[in-house]
């Protein structure tokens, strides 16, 4: 069975700081693919980014980069310059191709970014 | 291109009555997704298609919920008899292969409410 855990509820960063939420998983595939979704208070889901679990690179879009360590099987979003639009719930996800092209969602973390 | 659509984007009714929710995914995505999120139990996957083939049904609550995917272009989710317990966000998603990853793109969701 597949597993993500998130531990942070909720976490606070200065405005233009650099900020790290935490995702680990669990699954005994070997194959699989990592995600990370931002919920801003409007509701909407939106697709930030992924990571395959044989890409050999970190996965980097704009001002997000995940830290991947495949052996701890850790998947932490890095947020850097922190923008107040970045308040919101983020989820970190993972596909694997035993379940087919379902998602296991974490329970979320709460970035609030303080002026 | 236009995201996934979904409608209504609010719907209130009476518990006893029945509820059908709409959901376009985007063209050319074979997956279709229905998930619910409420605040007690996160963001749950009810149900997904593949190819207007229903996969996996196993998160779908009970018998008073069904969903529907008659072609590439729509699918339905309806709650019949509606309860108070059902009242929460209801998110559909779509993915497609092309890219490898398989990321979801998320429709704005319904927010239900049953009284």
């Known amino acids: 069975a597949q597993k993500i855990t998130q531990t942070q509820p909720g976490m606070f960063v200065q405005e233009k700081e650099a900020v790290t939420l935490d995702c680990t998983y669990d699954?005994?595939?070997?194959?699989?693919?990592l995600f990370w979704y931002k919920q801003p208070s409007s509701g909407e889901m939106i697709f930030l980014i992924y990571?395959?679990?044989?890409?050999?690179q970190n996965a980097t879009e704009g001002r997000y980069s995940l830290n991947f360590q495949k052996a701890r099987k850790s998947a932490n979003l890095v947020i850097s310059a922190s923008q107040l639009g970045d308040s919101a719930m983020y989820f970190c996800?993972?596909?694997?191709?035993?379940?087919?092209?379902?998602?296991?969602f974490g329970g979320g973390t709460r970035l609030m970014v303080k002026p | 291109d236009a995201g996934v659509i979904q409608s209504p984007r609010h719907e209130v009714t009476e518990m006893g009555q029945e509820v059908t929710l709409r959901c376009k995914p985007i063209?050319?995505?074979?997956?279709l997704f229905w998930y619910r999120q409420t605040m007690m139990r996160g963001l749950e996957l009810l149900i997904y298609?593949?190819?207007?083939?229903?996969?996996?049904d196993s998160g779908m609550p009970e018998d008073r919920f069904s969903a529907k995917m008659p072609n590439a272009s729509f699918s339905t989710l309806k709650i019949q008899p509606s309860e108070p317990r059902d009242s929460a966000v209801y998110f559909c998603?779509?993915?497609?292969?092309?890219?490898?990853?398989?990321?979801?793109?998320f429709g704005p969701g319904t927010r239900l409410t049953v009284t």
């Open positions: 998603a779509s993915s497609s292969g092309i890219t490898g990853s398989y990321e979801q793109y």
């Open positions: 699954t005994s595939d070997q194959s699989y693919g």
């Open positions: 990571q395959g679990s044989y890409d050999e």
């Open positions: 996800a993972m596909r694997t191709n035993n379940a087919g092209n379902m998602l296991t």
């Open positions: 063209s050319g995505h074979n997956s």
């Open positions: 298609f593949n190819n207007n083939v229903p996969i996996d």
